[in-house]
Each structure stands twice: as structure tokens, then as C-alpha cells.
């Protein structure tokens, strides 16, 4: 979809999300970002945590990278979490991601433990 139409991508990947489109969901909910994106300054209050959770993200991954597919799968479910409670314009399936991936990093987790006791 990127290469075929950029401006529709970044349009729904960044600018749906940021509440900085015309487009009202009827999906809503009253998360942090949703709440700080309206009042005064409150946008600009939301962008600064967006992007210290993104400098967070990168730089836990520099500092110590994970060692498995399941650990890096639950460091971006964290990740996903802290993005999802703090875009203005929230939609509860946006929380479906960090679901799927704690998931797969619990069962990988699971997984190597179980085999570690064998």
C-alpha cells in the first residue's frame, strides 16, 4: 500500500492515529491521549511522550538487545501498550497488537522454560 499510494499510508499509518484527520471513529475511547489531546497544549504535551516512548523503545533495544524472538515480541508489547493508551485519537483495536504479541512472547517464554526443565 506504501509504494502504491504514500499519501493514503501516511494518512491512515500516522496522521488517523495522531487525531490530526477529519475522520471521527466510532470506536473512541477516553485514554490518556485522547484526554491530553484536548486541552491546552495538550497535543503537544501528548507528542513529547509519544516520542520519549519511542526513544525509550530504541533505547532499551541499543542497550541490551533481546536474546530470543518472544522477548523482543514482549519488549514491543510494551511498547505497543504505552503507543496505544497515549495516540489522541484511541480505538480499543489498537490494543489487539500488544495482545497478540504478550501472547506470543508468554508462549515462547513458556516454552523455553518448559524445555530447560527437561
Do not use: M
Not at 499519501?7 to 500516522?14: F, G, K
Not at 492515529?17 to 504535551?45: E, W
Not at 519511542?54 to 542497550?63: D, E, F, H, I, P
Request: aromatic share 6%; with cysteine.
Amino acid at each position: 500500500p506504501i509504494l502504491v499510494d504514500p499519501h493514503a499510508a501516511w494518512a491512515n499509518l500516522v496522521e488517523f492515529p495522531a487525531g490530526r484527520t477529519p475522520a471521527v471513529s466510532p470506536a473512541d475511547a477516553p485514554s490518556v491521549g485522547h484526554l491530553l489531546g484536548r486541552l491546552p497544549g495538550g497535543q503537544a504535551i501528548d507528542a513529547a511522550l509519544l516520542a520519549a516512548v519511542g526513544l525509550a523503545l530504541l533505547w532499551s533495544l541499543v542497550r541490551r538487545p533481546p536474546a530470543t524472538v518472544g522477548a523482543a515480541a514482549g519488549r514491543a508489547a510494551v511498547a505497543f501498550v504505552a503507543l496505544a493508551l497515549l495516540v489522541p485519537a484511541t480505538r480499543t483495536g489498537y490494543l489487539v497488537h500488544p495482545a497478540v504479541l504478550g501472547a506470543f512472547a508468554w508462549a515462547s517464554w513458556r516454552e523455553a522454560d518448559i524445555s530447560c526443565r527437561r
